[in-house]
């Protein structure tokens, strides 16, 4: 212990005595640490850590398909959710959840998200009320007294944490709804909402037609497995359930939607997506751990070649190789500490960066922080790091002691260090180039996808998202609001165009509803092909002409198609070439509601892309906003003005027409488009500031062993001068020996990010994961940047004066 | 019998600065040395004889002064230029042997040629030949590690000649040998000279001094006596 003191005492001493390489070897420490610490936080927070409730891991979600129909989720509906809470044997409970938006009058329009769940939600969760009680059996049943629960934050918000909340009123689209209970602070599940109500507080899930109504589908179901209950038994379990369903009531499970039901772990549903990218940027971290580790490892044998002579000394002095080895382990291990300190200030300063990009992919962001696994992650690399950092100097130094007794052996010493900071560099180059090409891969897929052409113009358009109070506006007041809007808008001179849609491309949230229905066809039978669920857009006049989507054939929806004329639709290009194959689908006639209204199509239009650039177009048909009102009201504006110009034009325009009407977002169409490509592009960028670093640290590495080896063998240099070796000569010599380690690395890294390329291979678009254009390009920059890197020491070694440098020792 | 000369310096100094002084290593120096020649350069401790033989070798080049060797005028070369002649004119022999201890024997007699234009073979039978003259073909592969001093210089001279040079310049060869081995390396000398080979050495001990034909005495950068070593003796 008292030694241990003593060695600390030598080693700080010794660290404070050449306090720019102590400086540097920490900070390059502490990059390498923190950047893994904020990332294995992330990757934890998201992927890892098992949700927060009770038998969190053991939650599923109970997902209804219709294969057959080509739906992935047809939601649940009330008697679903009973028959499969009641009939299973292997879950411990069923929950159902779904959401919806209300407006709260008061000075400032507002609108307010709301969970609507079944009444054992939070028991079910384990989450206890900070204030007032849970939802009770009761809270449930068809004109019970409607309560809502607030959730943490909206209590913050709203009520300014009123601890007396409980038993307050909120008003509600003009109904009173009494507050029971108040959240603790939890991450909410499976999203973010203001408030939570019973199923008796939505007016489409409390009504008793829907409740009844086996087909009516909606919500989403979970559920928890008994103990020692496998997903595979409970899916078998729920499976029998649902085909028992299906033969009892064929009316509502019809045979030729393919109805089934898949029972998924929830952890990984929630995660599915982002998965291979946090994966990426784990693996990618700690790649750059590594070359942090390997350059610190090289800084410590360069200065021990330094060191020589008082390592020697104390060889001579008695001081065994263990004792040396105890020496220099402290000294690293002090010098990771510190560097893991400075991780832990780098991951805790670049939290807020990591949880705003985690909440653009998961409701989990919440759970995103530098909590105890965290710091004992950023403990154990700092300890693992410090171990590397001290024994790599001394593993494989076996003859330290017999060198340094056989005296005059220090080139053999130094020659085998020598031989240790090559493999490093080696491995150096091969993970740089691997994160190099993989940022390269990343970038150039990021362009790809940007470079696709989505099928409508993008630029100068803005768009305001007003989702009307369903309890004031019935179809003839939407008609009236959106004709008055449009009256108000085109007025400005700001202004170029106007148009109404229920959801804009690549929109989703509040207010965007891209609807879906199942059609029939009049000019064929349900079962030849009928029966299809298909999505829909509400459109006004001027939509695609605002957008600039080609017309294929007929026309395009105009506001003359209103109430009183024959209700239209124009379809996807897709979408007709799919039901009337090598035909005009002008004329015909579709329904979307098993043939109470027929919708005439009399134009096709050109595909777009509807979700995502790497999405391809959905077959969909456009329906006419003034025939079939929506209270999702999206404007699109074609103007040069700001974002905050458009927005308090809107704003103002919209209060005229109703002044209690909140208008929820204003933004662009570019920014929503580029907004999807948040993953690539911070993919990109990561991937990008990492091999950036990894480059500079394996090319300063090169140079700096290349400048080392010259210093080293100065003497050499000057025998083969004075032999007749010419400057050129030895510049090449010395170019050579590095440019064999970046040959080396460089073919090492090469196999590398081939067999890493699978785990980009999901993450990039448009191009091969092993993309030679990518590679050659990495290769030649390499080839450039060591170039350039060796010049330096190479030409100082041409420059050497032969009579001096023979003289050196 | 009118000698070739090898080497003919005229009026030549050399001045090195520095920080606050400078000091003439040597001043209006004038030497010939021709073919077939054994010149042995003595003098006290700082009188220039290791900047001569650095000029001499084109390692440094005089401040002023005419150097003209094999009729060449070499006094004011570039770097390229003077590497290019020293390998070709010049075979060297160093106090401390200087050979490059990651190369064995062979590869280190071998150095010299490699920046000729010289196949394998050729090379390989010149480096043997040049061992066998020094009777070290034996320790061919051996690394110079695993050699006493006088094996080392041994060495040392093969590769001095290996080249053909126009000379052969040592600067205190003997310094770090025993006197068995020291004598050994001057025998070889001498014996070389015999053979036609011109050598010039650097010595401040007496007794080496009398290995060859000529002694020149330098004393703070000029000399003193230039005299045949038999008029030394007798004088
Ligand atoms: N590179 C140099 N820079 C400055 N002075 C030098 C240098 N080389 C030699 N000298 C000086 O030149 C003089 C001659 O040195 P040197 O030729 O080495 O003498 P010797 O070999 O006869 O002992 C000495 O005074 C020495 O200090
Ligand atoms: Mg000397």
Redesign the interface.
């Known amino acids: 212990m008292e030694a241990l003191i003593r060695d600390m005492g030598y080693a700080f001493r010794r660290l404070l005595a050449q306090p720019g390489s102590t400086l540097i070897i920490i900070l390059t420490l502490a990059f390498g640490i923190g950047v893994n610490t904020s990332i294995f936080s992330l990757v934890n927070g998201v992927l890892f850590k098992e949700l927060p409730f009770k038998r969190g891991g053991d939650i599923v979600e109970i997902r209804q398909t219709a294969i057959k129909a080509g739906v992935d989720n047809t939601g649940a509906s009330a008697l679903d959710v009973k028959d499969f809470r009641e009939q299973n044997r292997s879950l411990e409970d069923v929950i159902e959840y779904h959401f919806m938006y209300f407006f709260i009058a008061g000075q400032s329009p507002a609108l307010v998200k709301s969970g609507i769940v079944s009444a054992n939600y939070f028991d079910f969760l384990g989450v206890k009320p900070a204030l007032g009680r849970s939802f009770v059996a009761s809270d449930d049943a068809v004109g019970a007294e409607p309560v809502v629960i607030l959730s943490h934050e909206f209590w913050n918000s709203h009520f300014s944490a009123d601890p007396d909340v409980v038993g307050k009123t909120l008003e509600m689209n003009g109904k009173a709804n009494r507050v029971v209970g108040v959240l603790p602070r939890m991450p909410q599940f499976p999203e973010v909402n203001d408030i939570y109500m019973p199923t008796s507080g939505c007016p489409t899930r409390g009504d008793a037609e829907f409740i009844n109504t086996r087909s009516s589908r909606m919500m989403s179901m979970y559920g928890r497995t008994k103990p020692g209950v496998s997903l595979q038994q409970a899916g078998s379990d729920l499976d029998m359930v649902a085909k028992r369903l299906h033969s009892t009531y064929p009316a509502d499970y019809p045979a030729e939607a393919g109805f089934g039901v898949k029972v998924l772990s929830l952890q990984n549903e929630l995660t599915k997506d982002i998965r291979p990218s946090l994966l990426l940027l784990l693996a990618a971290s700690l790649l750059v751990l590594f070359i942090t580790c390997t350059n610190v490892v090289n800084l410590t044998l360069a200065q021990q070649s330094r060191r020589q002579k008082e390592l020697a000394v104390r060889a001579a002095l008695g001081a065994d190789r263990i004792d040396i080895a105890k020496k220099l382990l402290v000294e690293s291990m002090m010098l990771a500490l510190a560097g893991g300190a400075g991780g832990l200030l780098l991951a805790y300063f670049s939290l807020d960066l990591l949880t705003s990009f985690a909440a653009t992919f998961t409701s989990r962001a919440s759970e995103v922080s530098i909590d105890g696994q965290a710091l004992a992650f950023n403990l154990v690399v700092s300890v693992a790091t410090g171990l590397i950092v001290g024994l790599a100097p001394v593993f494989g130094k076996q003859d330290i002691v017999t060198a340094l007794k056989e005296g005059g052996a220090h080139a053999t010493l130094s020659r085998q260090r020598q031989k240790v900071r090559k493999l490093l560099i080696v491995g150096q180059i091969a993970i740089a180039f691997m994160l190099v090409t993989g940022a390269g891969l990343m970038i150039r897929s990021f362009v790809a996808l940007q470079r696709i052409d989505p099928g409508f113009r993008s630029d100068d358009i803005a768009i305001a998202t007003i989702p009307l109070d369903w309890n004031k506006y019935d179809p003839g007041a939407i008609r009236n609001f959106v004709r008055e809007l449009r009256n108000g808008l085109s007025g400005s001179p700001e202004v170029q165009g106007v148009a109404f849609t229920t959801a804009y491309p690549f929109g989703s949230g509040i207010g965007v509803s891209l609807g879906t229905a199942v059609i029939s066809f009049d000019d064929r039978a349900a079962d030849a092909g009928g029966g299809k669920r298909v999505n829909f857009r509400t459109v006004s006049g001027n939509y695609f002409e605002l957008l600039g989507i080609p017309l294929v054939a007929g026309r395009y929806i105009s506001d003359s198609d209103d109430e009183n004329a024959t209700p239209v639709a124009v379809l996807s290009r897709a979408m007709a070439e799919k039901y009337w194959p090598g035909e005009s689908p002008l004329n015909k006639r579709i329904s979307p509601d098993q043939g109470k209204t027929w919708l005439t199509v009399v134009g096709v239009v050109q595909n777009i892309k509807g979700a995502g650039f790497d999405k391809p177009p959905i077959d969909e048909y456009y329906v006419s906003y003034a025939q079939s009102p929506s209270q999702s009201v999206n404007v699109l504006l074609r103007t040069k003005a700001a974002p905050n110009k458009v927005s308090a034009l809107v704003k103002a325009a919209v209060a005229r027409v109703d002044a209690n009407q909140p208008v929820t977002k204003v933004t662009t169409l570019a920014r929503v488009m580029s907004d999807t490509l948040s993953t690539p592009r911070m993919l990109s960028q990561v991937l990008s500031l990492f091999s950036f670093l990894a480059l500079t640290i394996s090319m300063v590495g090169v140079s700096g062993l290349l400048a080392f080896t010259v210093s080293q063998r100065t003497k050499e240099l000057g025998i083969r001068m004075a032999l007749g070796a010419e400057p050129h000569a030895v510049r090449r010599m010395i170019l050579g020996q590095g440019l064999v380690l970046v040959a080396v690395g460089l073919v090492l890294g090469m196999v590398g990010s081939l067999l890493l390329g699978r785990l980009l291979a999901s993450l990039i678009y448009g191009i091969s994961s092993s993309d030679v254009f990518t590679f050659v390009l990495v290769t030649f920059l390499f080839l450039a940047v060591s170039l350039a890197a060796c010049w330096l020491p190479a030409a100082r070694a041409s420059r050497l004066d032969p009579n001096a440098a023979l003289r050196t020792t | 019998m009118e000698k070739s000369a090898v080497i003919t310096i005229e009026g030549l100094s050399k001045v090195f600065e520095t920080e606050r002084m400078e000091t003439h290593a040597l001043s209006d120096f004038n030497l010939t040395i021709n073919r077939g020649d054994y010149v042995s350069i003595s003098g006290p401790s700082g009188c220039g004889k290791s900047t001569l033989l650095?000029i001499l070798?084109l390692?440094?080049s005089p401040t002023r002064g005419k150097f003209v060797l094999n009729n060449m005028n070499v006094a004011n070369l570039d770097?390229?230029q003077r590497?290019?002649i020293?390998?070709?004119e010049i075979g060297?022999i160093?106090q401390d042997f200087?050979l490059?201890?990651?190369l064995t024997v062979a590869q280190n007699v071998e150095?010299?040629l490699t920046?000729r234009d010289m196949g394998k073979a050729e090379r390989r039978e010149r480096v043997m030949a040049c061992l066998e003259k020094v009777g070290m073909t034996q320790r061919a592969e051996h690394y110079p590690a695993q050699l006493s001093g006088g094996q080392q210089q041994r060495v040392a001279v093969a590769?001095a000649l290996v080249?053909k040079p126009s000379i052969i310049l040592a600067d205190e060869p003997t310094g770090n040998l025993d006197s068995k081995n020291g004598d050994a390396v001057m025998d070889l000398l001498a014996q070389l000279n015999g053979e036609g080979v011109t050598i010039c050495i650097v010595t401040h001990d007496s007794r080496y001094a009398n290995y060859a034909k000529r002694v020149v005495k330098l004393l703070d950068g000029k000399v003193v006596t230039d005299s045949l070593a038999a008029q030394v003796e007798a004088a």
């Open positions: 650095s070798g390692l440094d770097a390229s590497a290019r020293r390998n070709k060297f160093f200087n490059i201890g990651d150095l010299p920046h590769r080249g």
